[in-house]
């Protein structure tokens, strides 16, 4: 990718001795966006934390591979002394526990701003104003003077965006942005994220468990299961001929306004790390599992210019699929 600014290759990550996480492969230029997507426990929170340098907080660390900011290694916790906030910016899910609930929203951004010593020489209050109207909430000086549970989900998690790119950050991660969010709501906050991309030059990690959500934001997906990226490409690309099954049966499960027939659930649960298959991590759930999908862990192959695939079968599904027999 021309311009990249951060990197993934091959990615491991490990708690308590445990490899929770393993083989991430991406990368995202700086105006341009990536969304990981998967179900809960597939490794996509773990892969943001360890892009934002907080896996220590929870006894992680990355154990292989390689994480390149600016062609900087990140695989050192101390290289991250002084990234977050100035060069990494940070939208958590749960914007009602990231707020002080006894601090002003004023008082959150000016504090902010004061440690991160991005006033701009306009001042600190003028700066926060200006942040609050940046992320289109309206009114920002009474925004100031609230406190969060003054304050709705989405203007919320407006905020946390205002606070997220206070720092002027190169790389803003979104860690499911959208969590408990109305679905109108949600749209808005995604639309936001890909304005702020685009006019502030900035690199963009979306994660969420729908595809819906991060089509609209995002240029390439990385389909994780299991602790594995599983399927990645170009967005438009893969939500039309996605080859993996399970980013088949993502599509199949999620509910639109095109989609009027019945929704198909995924069968079955992910395996855990403490039972994983010793082949294909999706095998026990998919319908065309057959004896070498059970051998080995398939790897990412190249199925277009820009589409990867780690699926044994994908050649001979999409065959099935074009046919209309999936």
């Not at 341009?32 to 660390?61: D, N």
């Not at 639109?256 to 082949?279: F, K, N, Q, V, Y």
Request: net charge neutral; hydrophobic share 40%.
């Amino acid at each position: 990718m021309t311009n990249t600014l951060l990197e993934a290759s091959e990615l491991a990550i490990e708690i308590d001795g445990r490899q929770l996480v393993s083989s991430v492969n991406f990368s995202v230029g700086k105006g341009s966006a990536v969304g990981i997507v998967g179900e809960t426990g597939s490794g996509k929170s773990l892969t943001c934390r360890a892009v934002a340098g907080s896996l220590s907080t929870i006894g992680g660390r990355i154990s292989a591979g390689n994480l390149k900011l600016n062609g900087k290694d990140l695989t050192d916790p101390k290289a991250y002394a002084k990234l977050y906030g100035r060069i990494i910016g940070l939208v958590p899910q749960n914007s009602l526990s990231a707020l002080n609930p006894l601090m002003r929203i004023g008082t959150h951004l000016i504090e902010t701003i004061k440690i991160l010593g991005t006033g701009g020489g306009i001042g600190t209050k003028d700066r926060a104003i200006d942040l609050l109207a940046r992320v289109g909430l309206h009114k920002p000086e009474h925004v100031m003077k609230q406190y969060p549970h003054q304050l709705s989900g989405g203007m919320r998690q407006r905020v946390m965006i205002a606070l997220a790119i206070a720092g002027r950050p190169e790389l803003l991660i979104a860690d499911e942005p959208t969590t408990a969010l109305d679905v109108s709501v949600q749209k808005d906050i995604i639309e936001l994220l890909g304005q702020l991309t685009r006019e502030e030059n900035m690199a963009l990690i979306l994660v969420s468990h729908d595809l819906g959500v991060v089509s609209a934001a995002t240029e390439n997906v990385a389909v994780m299961y299991s602790g594995m990226v599983v399927e990645y490409g170009p967005t438009k690309e893969l939500l039309q001929n996605p080859r993996h099954p399970y980013t088949k049966a993502l599509l199949a499960a999620r509910p639109s306004l095109e989609h009027t027939g019945r929704l198909i659930g995924i069968p079955g649960t992910p395996a855990t790390p403490d039972a994983w298959p010793t082949g294909c991590r999706f095998a026990p759930r998919c319908q065309f599992v057959q004896d070498s999908c059970l051998q080995n862990v398939p790897t990412l192959q190249s199925v277009g210019s820009s589409h990867q695939v780690a699926c044994y079968r994908a050649d001979e599904i999409e065959i099935l699929d074009n046919a209309g027999e999936v």
